[in-house]
């Protein structure tokens, strides 16, 4: 995933087998970059191989796909 600087939107392409791209429908892969499933504004975005966080510009904190938990 990463933050278009035009706008702050989240986008996110790859492996989405777990929902690691934040968005349905959960595929092996989607090359093409597309926005977050919720319009997500962030000024910061870490991933893992099988989950995603995000802070968004209110600082609210946003995660998805598999919990390491």
Do not use: M
């Not at 392409?13 to 349905?24: A, F, K, S, V, Y």
């Not at 090359?31 to 870490?46: G, N, S, Y």
């Amino acid at each position: 995933c990463g933050i278009q600087a035009a706008d702050s939107v989240v986008y996110c392409w790859g492996h989405n087998d777990t929902g690691q791209l934040g968005r349905l429908p959960l595929s092996g892969r989607d090359p093409v970059p597309a926005p977050f499933a919720t319009p997500l504004e962030a000024k910061d975005v870490e991933l893992d191989l099988f989950s995603g966080c995000a802070i968004a510009l209110d600082d609210a904190l946003w995660c998805w796909g598999q919990s390491p938990y």
